[in-house]
């Protein structure tokens, strides 16, 4: 079977989109400023619309491919490459760099499943330098949404808070086959710029912001009710007449602190 035999049957189950405007791959590896150093993961490469460019700049290229047929067929175009069929969702980030530096993470990814890659990284954030991605526009803006917006919310105060996330730029649906019925946009996660020390008790901020958040509209003193049976606002010195939309991340990070000092788990 050729390249152009596969091509034409990208499997919907995992959600193949393949890039076919050469400038999209080229424009993304040169704002990515690669030092022949670094370690890369790519994730989801296909036939190499990346893959190839990142390899003019650094020969440390690991990717990860679900799909066998096309993991088969990248390893024959690009003999030294590094290649693990399987889930990404499944790979321990820790093991991907031979010499424990700190990974530079790259892909095209199903946008089925952004959102759980997305937090895969952050969960393994200690092995990640930087993570680029291309995903879904409207997905990138609710990561990039400020406070007292529409899009604000879950996503944007838990990806704020563990790196600097930027849309480098945008990507129409007519740049893919099959065309998507979305736009698309390249989003950057800069990990070494986070809040991550000042949080306390990661488990407690991150329930804080998704209990919230169910109840956006809601003033935190009735959304926060369901933190815990434990938990009793009251003895926290905080204005819990704001709704969770109208908190910036720092007052997240802020909020969950003092809960943390006074109540270990919840």
Request: proline share 5%.
């Amino acid at each position: 079977m050729t390249r152009i035999d596969i091509v034409k049957k990208p499997k919907k189950s995992l959600g193949q989109n393949f890039l076919i405007d050469e400038n999209i791959p080229r424009k993304t590896v040169n704002l990515l400023d690669i030092d022949p150093n670094d370690e890369f993961l790519e994730i989801g490469p296909g036939y190499g619309s990346l893959t190839k460019y990142i390899l003019e700049k650094t020969s440390n290229l690991t990717c990860v491919e679900i799909d066998s047929k096309i993991a088969e067929k990248i390893v024959t175009d690009y003999p030294s490459l590094k290649i693990i069929n399987g889930d990404i969702l499944n790979i321990s980030l820790s093991k991907v760099s031979d010499n424990q530096k700190k990974i530079r993470i790259v892909g095209n990814i199903p946008y089925n499943i952004t959102s759980q890659i997305i937090f895969h990284v952050i969960d393994q954030r200690d092995f990640v330098k930087d993570l680029t991605i291309m995903i879904q526009l409207e997905v990138a803006q609710r990561i990039i949404a400020n406070p007292k917006t529409k899009a604000y919310g879950i996503l944007s105060v838990i990806t704020q808070a563990y790196s600097k996330p930027t849309l480098l730029f945008k990507i129409p649906p007519t740049c893919f086959f099959p065309k998507p019925r979305v736009e698309s946009g390249i989003i950057h996660f800069d990990f070494s710029k986070t809040h991550n020390a000042q949080i306390k008790n990661h488990t407690i901020f991150r329930k804080l912001v998704r209990t919230t958040f169910a109840k956006r509209r809601k003033i935190l003193s009735n959304s926060i009710k369901d933190l815990s049976e434990n938990f009793d606002h009251k003895t926290i010195n905080f204005n819990f007449a704001k709704r969770a939309e109208e908190l910036s991340v720092e007052e997240f990070i802020e909020l969950s602190n003092m809960i943390s000092e006074k109540y270990e788990e919840l």
